[in-house]
């Protein structure tokens, strides 16, 4: 199985979203036995807690239910367990980087860097913004995750094969 992690700082706004958006694309493509995926924060803020109302409002009009997520801090165990550790900012790429063993620093990289249609290289923080700033981050976040999606698809593909 494929697995992904998608990283920010307290895991209730950006990674959530960026793991509901991407289970979406996973359950479209009927690929949920091939590809995995979860989320977590680089810093136990908000452990146990349920994704801020105002990301899952903007989610919920997109389509994505992001209502089973609990925020979580990131554990050495996911280095090993993810394919791709993907961060929201520098500050979380930052973080994790020295978190990681030097074996797995590959697994590490930013979302946008998977964009097709923003220039951007992070995904801003919303939460001290109003409703616009997590439409905006969803908007970020389909993007990249398409990109994410077709490599991931095509490793997944290319396991089945073998």
């Not at 900012?89 to 964009?115: G, T, V």
């Not at 923003?118 to 409703?131: I, K, L, N, R, S």
Request: aromatic share 10%.
């Amino acid at each position: 199985m494929n697995k992904v992690l998608f990283v920010c700082t307290g895991n209730i706004c950006r990674s959530p979203s960026a793991a509901g958006v991407f289970q979406h694309m996973i359950d479209e493509a009927g690929l949920s036995d091939a590809i995995g995926v979860d989320s977590a924060g680089t810093h136990a803020f908000h452990v146990g807690e349920a994704p801020d109302p105002r990301a899952q409002a903007a989610a919920q009009k997109r389509g994505y239910d992001l209502s089973s997520y609990r925020a979580r801090q990131v554990c050495a165990n996911d280095f090993v367990e993810f394919d791709l550790i993907l961060a929201m900012d520098w500050e979380n790429l930052s973080a994790l980087q020295q978190q990681c063993p030097k074996i797995y620093q590959h697994k590490l990289m930013l979302l946008m860097r998977f964009s097709n249609e923003f220039e951007e290289a992070t995904v801003p923080d919303p939460y001290y913004g109003g409703p616009e700033g997590f439409s905006k981050v969803l908007d970020y976040i389909e993007d990249a995750g398409q990109g994410v999606f077709e490599l991931v698809r095509k490793r997944a593909m290319q396991y089945q094969a073998a």
